[in-house]
């Protein structure tokens, strides 16, 4: 049985960066009042568009019944664990809804507040894919996470 790692697009992994065995969970942008899922619906291009035209951007944190769903099919297809790492609690209720969602999943989810966004994120991010691929632990997987956001 495996580890799983969920992330939000916080981390900005394209699809080619994005490593096996990673879900990524859009946050809402909110571009001129309408909501898009981040890297789904709305691209960083259109995202940056819009603030050159001064159009008001805000974002919104993804709800707690889509990482419920993330770590359900996870669950589903057969992980016996999933680390969830997200970008800083001091910057967004993101890594709040992933730890409301872990406290109800079907196998233990291990949520990680990673103090970073962006790039550094998305590092931690591919540090936590590369133990979980080795075969590593839950607690393994989570700690490579943790050690790569504080370097």
Known sequence: MSVAIVSDST??????LIP?????????????GQAFDEGVEISVDEVADALRRRTA????????ARFAL???ELADQGHAAIVS????G??????DAARAAAR?????????????VGTALGFAVRSAAEM????????EVASAARRRADA
């Open 11 to 16: 981390g900005y992994l394209t699809p080619e």
């Open 20 to 32: 096996p065995g990673v879900t990524v969970v859009p946050v809402a942008v909110v571009v001129g």
């Open 57 to 64: 951007v805000s974002t919104s944190r993804p709800a707690p």
């Open 70 to 72: 993330a770590y359900a």
């Open 85 to 88: 790492v997200h970008l800083s």
């Open 90 to 95: 001091e910057l967004s209720g993101t890594f």
């Open 104 to 116: 109800e999943a079907a196998v233990p989810v291990i949520a990680v507040d990673s103090r970073t």
């Open 132 to 139: 979980a691929a080795r075969g590593a632990a839950a607690e």
